[in-house]
Each structure stands twice: as C-alpha cells, then as structure tokens.
C-alpha cells in the first residue's frame, strides 16, 4: 500500500500496512483540511485514546505557537525577542521545503509511512525540526542571550516549560503513522544546526543593529511606522543593569554618610 493511500478501517489499516504498523495500530485517519491540510497530521478517528488525543495536539504545537507568538505581538507588547522567537518557525520551515525537501528528490526513504493521510513527502520531518530548532533556540536565549540576566528560577521555568511543549512533538510524528524514525532523527539533528545558526547570526550581527532599526521603524519609516522595544541587546541590558547598580550604590552610600554620627 502507498503511503498516499487510504483505509477506511482497523482491519483494512493492518491488512494493508501490516499488524506490526503504527496504521494497524492508530487506524484510520481525518482527511479533513484543518488537521490534514493546515497541521500536516492523521489524526487518527475511531477508538481514540487518551495519548491519541494528547500526541495530536503535540502534532499541532510547531503551528500553534507562531500563532501565539503572532497574536502576542499583535495585541500585547512588540518587542524584538517575541519577533524573532516568531519568525524562527516561518524561517525553518521554508528552507526546510525550497532546500531540503527537494534537494533529496524521490530518494527510497523520502515517503512517509504507509497509510499515513499527509499526502508530502516526508524526509525529513518538518514538524521536528521546527520543535526541536525553536526549543534549542529558547535555551541557547536563556542561557546565554536575552536570560543571562534572569533569576535561576525564571531561567529554570522557561527552561522546562520549552522542554515540555517541544520536546514530544518529534515522538508525536511516528506516533501517528507520518514519520518514520529516520525521518524524525533528521528533522531534528536538522533543526539543532538551524537553530545554533540563527543564534549565531542574531547574536553576532543583527542584535548590534536592533536600536537603529527600532528607531527607524518608529520615527522614519515612510508607510507603516511601529514601535518595536528592543529587549534583545545584551549590551544594553548591561548598561541598565550598571545603572541600577551604581543608583543603589549611590544611594546607600549617601545614607550611611548621613548617618554616621560627626565627632
């Protein structure tokens, strides 16, 4: 059976694939647009489970989250940390499918498994490069970019909670019958190199140029003027911090100035 094809039952999903097949064993699957179209997974729909539901909704997440990081900036607060946090997925996910994707052409592992309702090729999993990027990328900013300032305690939250929300996602994908394990394992050696490039490039060149962009995108912008906060400069997170420290600095010194007794 190809893997673009279909079955309508347990017993024609194991008869077709194998019994030893995830199909067999998650069944068939939704063809409709929303989960097979926009979030690229089979949700499985007859006798669904407790992990069905929850390893579906991880198949999700690497949609989901630029969806929330989109209406974040939209209604809350611009800041240049929320935008590139972003564009990294959007970013990924085509030169994922111009370079990669094609690049690899019909190669013998390039299908995905059998019966699985996402009809595109599936070397290598886009959803675990984009999860596994983007968490790699979460860490690398909070252990050496814009949390370098934060409390041991906020780093260890967001540590934590990126490992949580991301780091199923890649499981999720031959859980579901759209991946195969080699697929998965390139996704995500592909999203770790991503990720450690975009850190380098944000960190080395863009970050050094974030205060004039914010400035012009504010004041000078000829079509669309917008105010962007720049959170991303360490040095100017530094500058802050120094300047907090010679304010409190300043400020004791003076009191036990004024209150050490004149003799």
């Known amino acids: 059976m190809a893997a673009a094809a279909r079955c309508t039952s347990f017993?024609?999903?194991?008869?077709?694939?194998?019994?030893?097949?995830?199909?067999?064993?998650?069944?068939?699957?939704?063809t409709s647009f929303v989960t097979k179209g926009f979030f690229s997974i089979s949700v499985p729909t007859e006798s669904v489970g407790f992990w069905d539901v929850v390893l579906s909704f991880y198949g999700m997440v690497p949609y989901l989250v630029p969806i929330a990081l989109a209406l974040d900036i939209l209604l809350h607060?611009?800041?240049?940390t929320r935008i590139w946090a972003f564009l990294f997925i959007p970013i990924v996910a085509v030169i994922n499918a111009v370079i990669l994707v094609k690049s690899l052409g019909d190669c013998a592992e390039c299908a995905r498994p059998c019966g699985s309702c996402v009809a595109s090729k599936g070397m290598?999993?886009?959803?675990?490069?984009?999860?596994?990027?983007?968490?790699?990328?979460?860490?690398?900013?909070?252990?050496?970019?814009?949390?370098?300032?934060w409390s041991?305690?906020?780093?260890?939250?967001?540590?934590?909670?990126s490992v949580l929300l991301f780091a199923p996602v890649p499981y999720s994908r031959v859980y579901l019958g759209d991946h195969t394990s080699l697929q998965v394992g390139i996704g995500a050696a592909n999203g770790?190199?991503?990720?450690?490039?975009?850190?380098?490039?944000?960190?080395?060149?863009?970050?050094?140029?974030?205060?004039?962009?914010?400035?012009?995108?504010?004041?000078?912008?000829?079509?669309?003027?917008?105010?962007?906060?720049?959170?991303?400069?360490?040095?100017?997170?530094?500058?802050?911090?120094?300047g907090d420290t010679a304010l409190t600095t300043s400020a004791t010194?003076?009191?036990?100035?004024?209150?050490?007794?004149?003799?």
């Open 253 to 263: 010194s003076q009191y036990m100035t004024a209150s050490t007794p004149q003799w």
């Open 124 to 149: 290598p999993s886009g959803h675990a490069t984009n999860a596994i990027g983007l968490c790699l990328w979460i860490l690398l900013e909070t252990l050496l970019g814009v949390g370098r300032s």
């Open 77 to 80: 607060r611009r800041t240049w």
């Open 11 to 30: 017993e024609e999903c194991c008869s077709a694939c194998g019994g030893d097949s995830y199909r067999c064993a998650r069944g068939p699957c939704s």
């Open 192 to 242: 770790v190199v991503l990720s450690v490039a975009y850190f380098l490039l944000l960190r080395l060149y863009v970050a050094k140029k974030l205060d004039r962009w914010s400035q012009w995108l504010t004041n000078e912008a000829k079509w669309f003027k917008v105010r962007i906060a720049n959170d991303f400069s360490l040095r100017k997170q530094s500058l802050l911090e120094e």
């Open 152 to 161: 041991v305690c906020k780093k260890a939250l967001v540590i934590l909670g």
